[in-house]
Each structure stands twice: as C-alpha cells, then as structure tokens.
C-alpha cells in the first residue's frame, strides 16, 4: 500500500512539474509577443487582446497555439501596422507561419529570427523593411516559403539560403539587393521574376566558370 502511495505521489510530482514547465513556456512566448506589441503602433486597436497578465498568448487575437499552447501562428497581416521587428521573436520556437505582410514594418530582419527551427512560412512583403537579409535563416531547415519582396532590403542573397532542401518558394523582387543570383539547391526552380525590380542584382550566376565583380 506505501508502494502504492508513493507510486501516486511521485506521478502528480511529474504531472505538476511538467505543467510548470509548460507554463513557463507560454510565458516566455507571451513576454516575447508582448516585446513586439510594445514596438508596433497599432491604429485600428487590432492587437487590443494581447493581455501581457493573461497566463498564456492563446486566446489573443492572431495568435494560434497547439494543443500543448505552445504558439505556432502568428497572422498579423495587412492590419495597419507600423513599427519594428524585435529580436524576442527568436523565442518562439514552436512558431511554424510568421506573417506580417502588407503593413509598414520599418528597421531589419532581427537575426534571432534563425533561431525559429519549425518555421514553414515568413512573409514580410510588402513592409518597409531595410537592411541585409540575415545569414542566419539558412538555419531554418523546415522553411518552404520565404517572401520579402517589396521592401528596402539591401545587400547579397545569403547563400546560406541555397542549403534549404525543403524551400519552394522565395520572393526577393522590388528591392535594392546586389550581387548575384543563386543557382544552386532550392534556387535551381526559382522563376527569375521573383528576383526582378533590384536595379544592382546580377546573374544568375556561373558556377566556378566566372568572377563576378558585382560591387556589393
């Protein structure tokens, strides 16, 4: 019978520390979307429920957690946005769809932004975003759709990106990048009008058959 006691006791410990840990979790994600709302303007009031008291993120608004509420989706486009990305956002590890196009999101891709490993979708077009495109999303091995075009982006295409197996889609056009155009990996499929409108782009590029002096 104490066997049995034990037993029960030593399992409710487990339950209860894993339920600590889970909360701890949203926690640290709620802190992480609370440091982005606090560098947004947000006109239309759209971000209104995103109560930092409130014990996890999963009943705001465009947010959406899994079953574990853990935050997976983060819809934030096209809302009259304004303001800037924060490197908290790396935080998010469970996040599989970044999206945050089609606002007026200004300054650079944090590079803590590598760190998000379930990533499936980041689409930032349509923003005024500037800056380089950071090396650090070749790190996001489950991306398959990476849209930043119609920005002020600047700088080479990292070619820490052609190392993506799972990437289909990438949309650079209507920015200010240079250098070449990858042709290797994902960027072997890539129709060249998703890399057009960057005045200072060059390529695509000759493996190991020419030296490029692109001044980038």
Not at 54 to 82: E, I, M
Not at 144 to 170: A, C, H, Q, Y
Request: charged share 20%.
């Amino acid at each position: 019978m104490a066997i049995t006691r034990r037993s029960a006791v030593f399992a409710e410990t487990l339950a209860l520390v894993a339920a600590l840990f889970v909360a701890a979790a949203a926690n640290s994600e709620g802190d992480a979307l609370s440091a982005l709302r606090r560098s947004l303007s947000d006109p239309g009031g759209v971000l209104q429920s995103w109560d930092p008291t409130l014990v996890n993120p999963c009943t705001w608004f465009h947010v959406t957690c899994d079953r574990d509420n853990h935050v997976t989706r983060l819809d934030l486009g096209n809302l009259n946005l304004s303001g800037n990305l924060v490197p908290e956002l790396g935080k998010l590890e469970h996040l599989q769809y970044l999206e945050l196009y089609k606002n007026n999101i200004q300054g650079t891709i944090p590079s803590e932004l590598g760190n998000l490993k379930n990533l499936i979708s980041l689409d930032l077009y349509k923003n005024n975003i500037s800056g380089t495109v950071p090396p650090s999303l070749g790190k996001l091995k489950s991306l398959v759709f990476l849209r930043l075009n119609d920005n002020r982006l600047t700088g080479p295409i990292p070619r820490e990106l052609t190392r993506i197996s799972s990437l289909k889609v990438i949309d650079v056009s209507n920015n200010d990048l240079c250098g070449t155009i990858p042709t290797t990996g994902p960027f072997e499929h890539i129709p060249l009008t998703n890399f057009e409108n960057n005045p200072r782009l060059e390529g695509p590029e000759l493996q190991g058959l020419a030296v490029y002096d692109t001044n980038c």
